[in-house]
Nanobody, 122 residues
Framework: QVQLVESGGGSVQAGGSLRLSCAAS????????MAWFRQAPGKEREGVAA???????RYAESVKGRFTISQDNAKNTLYLQMNSLKPEDTAIYYC????????????????WGQGTQVTVSS
């Protein structure tokens, strides 16, 4: 079993920055994929950014150039640095993990965190 706990959400003004963290515990295999998803009110859940165990990344077009996903393997922690935030970034952000390293932004992950709220005001 893998447990994921997100933190770092909050409220910011448009143009501001936040860094989300996801602490993973349990068995961590040598190959894996982790990602950030988000769900805004009245909208479908969407993949935001993903990273595999080799460090390959993929971003949604809407956040490319503004968000950066990274990982600290020694701390078993995933990060999402969010810069130049826009009101449309407002959503609950979820951390996801899976042993299938090829998933990237596919909405097929087996392990999910509880979510953290990000609110961007204009």
């Amino acid at each position: 079993q893998v447990q994921l706990v997100e933190s770092g959400g909050g409220s910011v003004q448009a143009g501001g920055s936040l860094r989300l963290s996801c602490a993973a515990s349990g068995y961590i295999p040598s190959t894996y994929c982790m990602a950030w998803f988000r769900q805004a009110p009245g909208k479908e859940r969407e993949g935001v950014a993903a990273i595999d165990s080799d460090g390959n990344t993929r971003y949604a077009e809407s956040v490319k150039g503004r968000f950066t996903i990274s990982q600290d393997n020694a701390k078993n922690t995933l990060y999402l640095q969010m810069n130049s935030l826009k009101p449309e970034d407002t959503a609950i952000y979820y951390c996801a993990a899976d042993y299938r390293w090829w998933l990237l932004l596919r909405d097929e992950y087996n392990y999910w965190g509880q979510g953290t709220q990000v609110t961007v005001s204009s």
